[in-house]
């Protein structure tokens, strides 16, 4: 079945640093990839779409400099959260759409920012 | 802004019990989807019934929705200490380019060996 990768699982960073955040499709082209951030005991929220070779679109209230999504191609977003502060620590998962209905999983970035 | 709400936030049952979580939304949907999620990990697709569908089963999960209500519900029987996980309902409604998932709040659900 398709598959994403999504790294690192775990990344502890300094306050005021960037952090990159990888998902490739595997087994697929994914010309869609959707980002969404998750708290604590609380659902999935998402951040922005990206299409290939086009600016993502981001979620109202989702600050597109500070997160940063490139898809610059089929198989590869990356999101990168500049500048990270304590409170951008939360679980980062990516997602890829591969057919009608069909969306694969990343296994999810825990970002703790010190 | 959430398209599902599920109910109920947390079940606790024993093992052997059936087990049922509610889904609830607000606008047209092309399908909805429920996901599972074991704590700090990535997500896992369980089922996916689509608009014109009002019932799907797979192995122990039955899933129904209404769509005259907007309303979904997940039923897994016989449960098991290994279901204990979050369970989340999203709902896709895009069409072109604008397909994306929409998350509920999730049920917490602890079955007790």
């Known amino acids: 079945g398709a598959v994403v990768s999504q790294h690192p ?54 600050e597109k400099d500070k997160f940063l999504i490139n898809h610059a191609s089929l198989t590869l977003s990356t999101l990168t959260v500049t500048s990270a502060h304590p409170e951008d620590s939360s679980f980062y998962i990516c997602s890829g759409r591969n057919g009608p209905g069909g969306y694969t999983f990343g296994s999810g970035t825990r970002l703790t920012v010190v | 802004s959430q398209q599902g709400e599920e109910d109920p936030q947390a079940l606790s049952i024993q093992e052997g019990e059936n087990a049922t979580m ?21 997500l896992v697709h369980l089922i996916l019934i689509r608009s014109n569908e009002r019932e799907k089963h797979s192995g122990r999960l039955r899933v129904t929705l209404d769509t005259s209500k907007k309303s979904s519900s997940l039923l897994i029987t016989a449960s098991r200490a290994a279901d204990t996980a979050s369970y989340f309902c999203a709902t896709d409604k895009g069409g072109g380019s604008n397909y994306k998932l929409t998350f509920g709040k999730g049920t917490l659900l602890t079955v007790n060996p």
């Open chain 1, 9 to 62: 699982s775990r990344v502890i960073c300094k306050s005021g640093t960037s952090v990159k955040i990888e998902c490739r499709s595997l087994d697929f082209q994914a010309t869609t990839m959707f980002w969404y951030r998750q708290f604590p005991k609380q659902s999935l929220m998402l951040m922005a779409t990206s299409n290939e070779g086009s600016k993502a679109t981001y979620e109202q209230g989702v």
């Open chain 2, 22 to 42: 509610n889904c609830s939304y607000k606008t047209s949907i092309n399908n909805l989807q429920w996901y599972r999620q074991n704590s700090g990990r990535g």
